[in-house]
């Protein structure tokens, strides 16, 4: 499964649409619990936005997010682009490309 990526506005920031992301990761771990290199990031932008990244094991432990609008398949963020791991084991979690 591929790296997804889901974008909210400063509206939707401000309207805490980014817990829904994170309750969907707890779940989707609470279902799976073997899924521990599952991982979620994110990355604020200039216009306080933030722009989410589902790990491959995360979209799948999450799938039934993946139809919210503003999901959208991608490639593995870059680590240097100010991503910070949001849900997931540090140790253990999927890691974003190196450039």
Request: proline share 6%; with cysteine.
């Amino acid at each position: 499964m591929p790296w997804y990526m889901i974008r909210l506005s400063q509206r939707d920031v401000a309207a805490d649409k980014g817990t829904a992301i994170l309750d969907a990761y707890s779940a989707g771990l609470m279902n799976d619990p073997s899924a521990v290199e599952a991982a979620v990031y994110d990355r604020r932008s200039d216009d306080d936005g933030v722009t989410y990244f589902l790990s491959p094991t995360a979209a799948r432990i999450m799938s039934a997010h993946l139809n919210d609008p503003g999901a959208t398949e991608c490639d593995a963020p870059a680590s240097e682009d100010g991503l910070d791991l949001v849900a997931g084991d540090r140790s253990k979690a999927e890691s974003p490309q190196k450039r």
